[in-house]
């Protein structure tokens, strides 16, 4: 059985069937705005629901899915390493008014230089998602911590270790000048000393002003929360509306399809770029994480523009090939005239300007 197995077993699997009936929250409640979140509509006896019912796994469920860890032949890891660039922060820090960069790190880790600003989504820029997580099975993080510039926001969407990394929050927390998060998630900040002035925490369609051009909000996600054992939907989770004077990004987190897409598209659309997760799906949890013809439905709900599909090429935390993703995705997108953005990790693309849309995964496999 391969590390990476154990590993998806113990994050997916056994949290799920231990879920529920314990509650040992690591973090501190104090200073909570526990009024605000009680408040909330989807949130009842200390743990956050999703709006549409996401029933956990059952056991034949689980039983099929250690089969399927134990005996698939997936292509789950690239035999050769997949083509990066080292991120070069001379592109990033020289943004103009009216200009949307976008330099994916991997997985979901996002750097937009928009309008003049510079917004990190889940920055995660470790080589492994925890002690026991799987690896980036495409060579180091392309970056040098040490160039990072002056960033203005990051938002994060949830706590799972691939989207909240505490190395990472840590080495750069001092360059920030704000953080973004779901209720509850502010406190794992703080507890590593980021503090609580620089830290805004918003429950679902709840909007922030930054900089006095910038609105953050966070909108509903389908997925689920938590770090340990027992503490599992204690902590919210989200998509986010990203909008500068000039340009409106829409960045997915995790999620599984479901309504809220057309809700925000509605409320938000149209977008002129879409981060859409498309990656690290099976049947089995497929409530709360989409197939990649969902990734790109959900695309077209919001109103989007232009797609790049990310949470994928990074980390290997499914069973299916690694290059599934995209040769569904894009099968998708052409059958229903979607724009995908393909950049490579550590790649600087300028929208308008030097958009990347070629297949590139394509020479790294065997299907076509
Ligand atoms: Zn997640």
Request: net charge negative; proline share 5%.
């Amino acid at each position: 059985m391969k590390i990476s197995s154990i590993t998806l077993v113990v994050i997916l699997i056994i949290p799920t069937f231990l879920s529920q009936s314990c509650s040992s929250a690591t973090y501190s409640l104090e200073d909570i705005k526990m009024e605000k979140i009680e408040r909330s509509s989807h949130y009842k006896e200390g743990k956050f629901l999703n709006l549409n019912k996401t029933p956990g796994f059952e056991f034949g469920n689980m039983a099929k899915t250690f089969w399927e860890f134990m005996f698939n032949n997936n292509e789950k890891k690239p035999e050769e390493m997949l083509p990066t660039q080292q991120i070069d922060f001379t592109l990033i820090t020289n943004g103009r008014p009216g200009e949307l960069k976008v330099t994916w790190v991997g997985h979901s880790s996002q750097i937009l230089t928009m309008d003049g600003k510079i917004i990190l989504t889940d920055p995660m820029y470790e080589n492994k998602t925890a002690l026991i997580g799987p690896s980036r099975y495409n060579g180091d993080v392309p970056l040098n911590l040490n160039e990072l510039p002056e960033i203005d926001i990051v938002v994060i969407s949830h706590n799972h270790y691939d989207h909240l990394n505490i190395g990472t929050i840590e080495a750069i927390h001092e360059k920030v000048k704000h953080f973004v998060v779901p209720l509850m998630v502010g406190a794992e900040l703080e507890n590593i000393g980021v503090p609580r002035e620089k830290i805004t925490e918003l429950d679902w369609w709840e909007e922030t002003h930054l900089f006095g051009k910038f609105m953050i909000a966070l909108t509903p996600a389908q997925h689920f929360s938590g770090r340990g054992l027992f503490d599992r939907d204690e902590t919210l989770w989200g998509s986010y509306v990203i909008q500068g004077p000039y340009h409106k990004v829409f960045f997915s987190g995790d999620s599984g399809y479901f309504d809220g897409f057309k809700k925000i598209g509605l409320k938000y659309g149209p977008f002129d770029y879409t981060l859409m997760e498309c990656g690290a799906y099976n049947e089995t949890w497929h409530t709360i994480h989409m197939f990649p013809e969902e990734s790109v439905q959900a695309h077209i709900d919001l109103n989007g523009k232009i797609m790049q599909p990310m949470h994928w090429g990074t980390f290997d935390l499914a069973l299916h090939d690694w290059y599934d993703p995209m040769i569904r995705a894009a099968k998708a997108a052409d059958s229903l005239g979607v724009t995908l953005s393909t950049p490579i990790v550590g790649e600087t693309i300028t929208i308008d300007e030097n958009l990347k849309t070629d297949r590139w995964w394509e020479v790294y496999t065997s299907e076509k």
